[in-house]
């Protein structure tokens, strides 16, 4: 029973971001989107367009997410890196970070993730994204369970999140409520 229950948490800790940021996205995607749809550029295209205009921080974001979709991390960080140090947009500026905290975190740091995602709050306190990943990662350990339970709970409330979300939280929350 034990293993399931760590094999299902993990499950739902992988996909989760993944979901939650795919209709997050498709928000953000929806607002870029309006001069160029970039469904039609390919990876390469988009890179050639950054650099000849790296301060265009949409299309960078995207790129980066479509890299970070696909777990090329050391392709989608040097991207957000750039977004997070030079953009003046803060909604941008926050979901690289967010994203940069996710990345740190799979790889095993703990602590440098949250600080990531902790500035990334910092920059927008209302960033579901953000909340998210650190209700995700404190839920996980025994001593920072509560605030991850707290923090998750909370989301379920929020009516921009989709019914899909919403039931991925409930379904973390019944593997650590229990």
């Not at 009516?159 to 409930?170: G, N, R, S, Y």
């Amino acid at each position: 029973m034990l293993k399931n229950k760590w094999f299902y948490s993990l499950l739902f800790i992988i996909l989760f971001p993944i979901f939650l940021f795919i209709n997050l996205q498709s928000n953000t995607e929806t607002l870029n989107n309006q001069s160029t749809n970039l469904d039609d550029v390919t990876n390469e295209e988009m890179e050639q367009v950054i650099k000849l205009n790296p301060d265009i921080m949409p299309m960078r974001v995207a790129l980066a997410n479509r890299y970070f979709e696909a777990f090329d991390y050391s392709s989608a960080l040097p991207h957000f890196m750039y977004v997070a140090e030079n953009s003046e947009d803060n909604d941008l500026k926050s979901l690289s970070l967010s994203q940069i905290g996710w990345m740190v975190y799979e790889s095993g740091d703990k602590v440098t993730s949250l600080n990531y995602i902790n500035e990334s709050l910092r920059i927008s306190p209302k960033s579901l994204l953000a909340e998210t990943y650190k209700g995700i990662i404190l839920i996980q350990e025994e001593e920072t369970r509560d605030e991850g339970i707290l923090i998750l709970n909370s989301l379920k409330n929020n009516p921009a999140l989709t019914k899909e979300d919403l039931t991925i939280i409930q379904e973390i929350l019944d593997i650590y409520e229990n």
